[in-house]
């Protein structure tokens, strides 16, 4: 099993910035992938960001690309999501996640372990 929580959300101005941090401990060798994602009253989870645990890679939707940066912290089992130049439209509870599962960065799907969230709020 894999624990993930999630800190640093809150209030902030549009156009400011937030950096969420997920901790992860347990069994996170088994870890591959973690991701941020973001839900609104009414709507599904979007996946935001992921990277991979080993080797780094990211990925973005195209509406974060150059706004938002997804960090990792190997030695410390920490994910970070940095978020300059926020908009009210980034308003949402973020979770963090991961998988165990090799998968293209990009697919949403099979992520087995979720933080509880935080809330993110962009005012205009």
């Known amino acids: 099993q894999v624990q993930l929580a999630e800190s640093g959300g809150g209030l902030v101005q549009a156009g400011g910035s937030l950096r969420l941090s997920c901790a992860a401990s347990g069994r996170t060798a088994s870890i591959y992938a973690m991701g941020w994602f973001r839900q609104t009253p009414g709507k599904g989870r979007e996946l935001v960001c992921a990277i991979a645990w080993i080797g780094g890679g990211t990925y973005y939707v195209d509406s974060v690309k150059g706004r938002f940066t997804i960090s990792r912290d190997n030695a410390k089992n920490t994910v970070y999501l940095q978020m300059n130049s926020l908009k009210p439209e980034d308003t949402a509870v973020y979770y963090c996640?991961?998988?165990?599962?090799?998968?293209?960065?990009?697919?949403?799907?099979?992520?087995?372990?979720w933080g509880q969230g935080t809330q993110v709020t962009v005012s205009s």
């Open positions: 996640a991961a998988k165990r599962t090799y998968a293209s960065l990009s697919t949403s799907t099979g992520y087995d372990y």
